[in-house]
């Protein structure tokens, strides 16, 4: 089925490659890349936006190919993991918005809403 109201095509098409290597490109090093890693962490970024950032300004595919282990492993190895986990910080940021927005507008919850 084809996605009407979105303007994405999605991602049926984003694989990754079969090879687990590094590319033969890639020049960074290991080193280079667990310290700007530190460095972005710091900084106050997640695990995601790190490896946006690898990929995006540094070249690098996978950090897992690189490195041997994943960004969140590599954090808190150095003690730079984050408190709460990713996916549960945006669930609570959600939640805190949909809270808010109900108290801003009431009449939605007086008009047949779930809430």
């Known amino acids: 089925m084809v996605r009407m109201h979105a303007p994405g095509k999605g991602i049926s098409q984003s694989a990754l490659p079969y090879r687990r290597s ?65 996916d549960l910080y945006h669930l609570i940021k959600k939640a805190v918005a949909i809270r808010k927005h109900l108290e801003r507008n009431r009449k939605v919850c007086l008009k047949g809403g779930n809430f």
Do not use: C, N, Y
């Open 22 to 86: 590094v590319p033969s490109w890639q020049k960074a090093t290991t080193e280079e890349i667990v310290e700007s890693m530190a460095k972005l962490a710091k900084k106050g970024l997640t695990p995601s936006q790190i490896g946006v950032i690898l990929r995006d300004s540094h070249g690098v595919a996978q950090v897992r190919f690189l490195t041997g282990s994943k960004i969140l492993r590599l954090l808190k190895a150095k003690g730079l993991g984050p408190d709460l986990p990713e």
